[in-house]
């Protein structure tokens, strides 16, 4: 059996006749370079400095293997190694510093900003929110005024006017880092933004983006917030969110408040009525989905893609799933209300008697969900055309709650028939009580048949 020496001068030729261990590894130590020596092993001869530290902790530090180094390259990288842990350097920390760092370098490169992006999406407002369309409708406008851009910016003119300044290009974020883009370059897009022509230019004439940037900033804020305590980001690497800087530099604006709605203490109120009627002439699906929106005080995202299993005839009731707050909601159906969906129910039975063909209540072909299109402005567009008065789906609710409070319904009535978020102990025995809810959706739609009637009647006095 080969006996190992201890300390040889390591030499090609040393080495060379220097047996592999395949039981044990050992260890020969060079004469001519003290703390430098070779680790023979089964299949390897690697090239080691084996030194104490200053503080007396011994330090084996690998240099690399025979044959990939000479004896003479190993030396010299020997060398420098020991002159290290003379100076109380570990030579084995930095490595394994230099590796973690080389790791978090790659990771952060991978992080981009559509990393994060999709990460809070996904996460947030997906697995935990449920992923309402409206939400994620808006996220991905976050993602397009984070990618490239070509923008027409404004600017006013000696008479206090918006007019056309220059086009600039906006290069990507969606691939470069999140943690490497900055407050200044954050607020620098954000002020383009603000002086940015819109993709559609108002009757009114030329003014700035208002909203829409401001609410993928808000997303962009909410991604960051969301990503920093997940990551640890704050503790470990000292970072913040850069989307800070505009409330710092106090860009966040108010947006104007809507008030628009039917006016239903004008002769307005009979002139759409009268153009909703008119328009079931030509759409009946779509007039059907207006005014019953407008009766139950809906939510386009929770009327449009509404099915005929949800309504009960027997007890006059539609239930509502998972809507925007995250909760469900059983109403009940007032007369008019309850006449539209018999009448559309009748309209079903001729073509789809088992609503398998054709679940949607407001079923709609020509879409692509099968559905009638929730914002429904095309139709929103012709009744303004019949009646000179435009509203949104989201103006109906105004409407209904504008005649609610008007008829003095308890507030919390008023709340849940509008599906707000409502965390009053009370709430859950109040809401049982399906009469009240009935007598509030009667009430309101009492109003506005009186209050067409109403002004019809002024009309064909005056003519």
């Not at 947030?124 to 993602?143: N, Y």
């Not at 490239?148 to 086009?167: G, H, P, S």
């Not at 940037?213 to 980001?233: C, D, G, W």
């Not at 299993?309 to 007032?334: A, C, H, M, R, W």
Request: hydrophobic share 35%; charged share 30%; glycine share 4%.
């Amino acid at each position: 059996m080969y006996e190992f020496p201890d300390k040889v001068k390591l030499t090609k030729s040393e080495i060379d006749r220097l047996p592999f261990s395949p039981d044990k590894q050992k260890t020969v130590h060079d004469t001519q370079l003290p703390g430098f020596a070779i680790r023979i092993g089964s299949a390897s001869k690697t090239f080691i400095v084996y030194k104490r530290t200053p503080y007396g902790v011994p330090k084996r530090v690998t240099i690399g293997r025979y044959g990939h180094l000479t004896v003479d390259q190993a030396r010299v990288l020997a060398q420098q190694e020991l002159a290290k842990i003379a100076q109380g350097i570990d030579p084995n920390q930095v490595k394994k510093e230099a590796i973690e760092k080389h790791k978090k370098d790659a990771q952060v490169e991978s992080q981009t900003l559509q990393w994060l992006l999709e990460e809070y999406k996904q996460e947030h407002l997906i697995d935990e929110k449920g992923g309402k369309s409206g939400t994620l409708t808006s996220m991905k406008s976050c993602m397009d005024y984070m990618s490239q851009r070509t923008i027409t910016l404004l600017k006013k003119n000696q008479n206090d006017e918006w007019v056309i300044d220059r086009k600039i290009e906006l290069e990507s974020w969606l691939n470069r880092p999140f943690r490497q883009i900055t407050r200044e370059e954050i607020l620098e897009r954000f002020d383009y933004f603000n002086r940015a022509l819109p993709t559609k230019i108002s009757k009114k004439g030329l003014a700035p983006i208002v909203r829409t940037h401001q609410v993928a900033f808000t997303l962009l804020n909410s991604a960051y917030n969301f990503i920093i305590p997940r990551l640890q980001l704050d503790e470990k690497e000292n970072f913040r969110n850069p989307v800070d800087v505009l409330k710092v530099y106090k860009r966040w604006k108010a947006t104007n408040v809507k008030t628009r709605h039917v006016e239903f203490q004008k002769v307005e109120i009979a002139d759409w009525w009268n153009a909703i009627e008119k328009y079931s002439e030509v759409n009946p699906v779509a007039s059907a989905y207006i005014l019953f929106s407008l009766l139950q005080a809906g939510r386009s995202i929770d009327i449009a893609n509404m099915q005929w299993s949800q309504v009960d005839f027997e007890l006059n009731q539609v239930t509502y799933f998972e809507t925007k707050n995250g909760e469900d909601y059983t109403f009940p159906i007032s007369k008019l209300a309850c006449e539209i969906l018999k009448k559309l129910w009748e309209i079903h039975l001729k073509i789809d008697k088992e609503a398998k063909e054709y679940p949607f209540v407001f079923a709609y072909p020509e879409s692509e969900t099968g559905h009638i299109p929730q914002d429904a402005r095309h139709h929103f567009k012709q009744l303004e055309e019949l009646s000179g008065k435009f509203v949104s789906h989201h103006d109906l609710r105004r409407t209904w709650g504008s005649a609610a409070h008007l008829m003095q319904a308890d507030g919390r009535i008023i709340n849940y028939c509008l599906k707000h978020k409502m965390t009053d102990v009370n709430v859950r025995y109040l809401l049982r009580n399906q009469g009240t809810i009935l007598d509030t959706l009667q009430t309101v739609e009492n109003f506005f048949i009186s209050q067409v009637e109403k002004f019809r009647q002024i009309k064909t006095t005056k003519n």
